[in-house]
């Protein structure tokens, strides 16, 4: 821990006192964090560093959420409380505080309440962006249209398989993104190999490091938006998540693992989901339970199946896409497994939620563009048309 006194001498009259109080507060948050984590034993790298005077410094710095007030309209502008000398420079009053134009498309203009801002400087796009926590009044948000539920299964080549309980299969592509972040994983590598001794990162490195977690958090963004935004069309108002680690196959090499983990920041993946989730009143849970991807729907063999790429085969002849099918395999178990919990419904929404026996419509299959998903003309097969065709095209 870092004594603070000398900081806020030092840049309070440039930034304002409240902000190297958040900077201070951000820095301590970090600490804690990693620590807490440490000690379970889930410590993934020591809080990030803002870079140094030789390699560069990445910009970014928080503003309390009373130190900030942002104003949206024709000429949309953020004003920011800043210190005297800064004051002094721009020829601001004793009160007045730094104005700056700002574009962009807020999710909320109306809220309740505004957290901590954050600025910082994309040095891809040379844009200053700022993030804006803000807490909305429950009666806006969106409400279930339904009580439906769907499962997710998470995975590297298929970066989301999912089965709703109204017989929707999504399948989010990810071959092309998991290859693109190895691939940039093998030049962080290589450029790293040819650090002189001593050093352990360089600008180029960490501009890597940069637009790999970007290309990510993008595609992970608007995958949790695009899928969210289906699941509430279809009345969905739980979805159950597996574990990450359950659902690695124990096929997979311990690098290939690591690797997911790594690429889908699982944790980071199902925050996204849950807040996403959040604004429509959707509930997403996580479950840790063991359970198997590998598991023939028809005859519930795990022992007898094969998987090859993505095709899962079974000796009873069983033929589907594996990770539509496990989806599919942990969605029944938790209706399954809850049925129990529901005997004091009402028994017509109790029949409803005990099966998932309502056929299954045509996957539809996303693939990743940059920029949004778009449904892809190459959608796989459902599951059921191996063994009954006629069942594939039955809507809902
Ligand atoms: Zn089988």
């Known amino acids: ?8 001498g030092r840049y309070g009259s440039v930034l304002g006192a409240s902000t190297v109080q958040q900077i201070e507060r951000k820095n301590r948050e970090a600490w804690k964090s990693f620590f807490s984590l440490k000690k379970k034993g889930e410590a993934n790298g020591k809080p990030g560093f803002w870079g140094n005077t030789d390699e560069g410094r990445e910009l970014r710095t928080y503003i309390r959420n009373t130190s900030y007030s942002v104003e949206w309209g024709e000429y949309s502008r953020l ?75 998470i995975g590297a080549n298929n970066l989301v398989a999912c089965t709703t309980t109204t017989g929707q299969q999504y399948l989010y592509e990810g071959r092309d993104l998991f290859k693109r972040f190895r691939e940039t994983t093998r030049e962080i590598a290589r450029l790293q190999s040819l650090l002189e001794d001593g050093r352990y990162s360089s600008h180029r490195i960490r501009r890597l490091y940069d637009r790999r977690t970007k290309r990510r958090d993008h595609a992970q963004d608007a995958l949790a938006r695009d899928l969210i935004e289906r699941l509430y069309d279809e009345g969905v108002s739980t979805v159950y998540v597996g574990a990450l680690t359950d659902v690695l196959e124990t096929h997979w090499s311990v690098e290939t693992n690591a690797k997911t983990h790594n690429f889908w920041a699982f944790r980071a993946f199902v925050n996204r989901l849950a807040c996403t989730a959040e604004e429509y009143g959707i509930s997403v849970e996580v479950r840790s339970e063991a359970w198997t991807s590998q598991e023939c729907p028809n005859c519930g063999s795990t022992e007898d199946t094969t998987r090859h790429r993505d095709t899962l085969t079974c000796p009873c002849g069983f033929e589907g896409h594996a990770d539509l099918v496990a989806s599919k395999t942990f969605l029944r178990r938790h209706q399954n497994a809850s049925s129990s919990g529901w ?54």
């Not at 821990?1 to 806020?8: A, C, K, N, V």
């Open 1 to 8: 821990m870092w004594d603070i006194s000398e900081y806020r």
């Open 79 to 153: 004003e920011i409380l800043v210190g005297q000398d800064l004051k002094d420079e721009y020829g601001l009053g004793h009160r007045e505080r730094l104005r700056l134009e700002v574009r962009g498309d807020p999710n909320w203009k109306e809220y309740e309440k505004q957290g901590r801002l954050e600025l910082f400087y994309d040095e891809q796009s040379q844009t200053f962006r700022a993030f804006q926590p803000v807490t909305v009044d429950d009666s806006r948000l969106a409400h279930p249209l339904a009580s439906e539920k769907a499962a997710l299964d």
């Open 343 to 396: 005997r004091t419904r009402c028994g017509a929404s109790r029949q409803r939620q005990t099966t998932v026996t309502r056929s299954m419509a045509r996957p539809v299959c996303l693939k990743w563009d940059n920029h949004e998903w778009l449904e892809s003309s190459r959608s796989p097969r459902p599951n059921e048309e191996h063994t009954n065709p006629q069942v594939a095209s039955v809507g809902r």
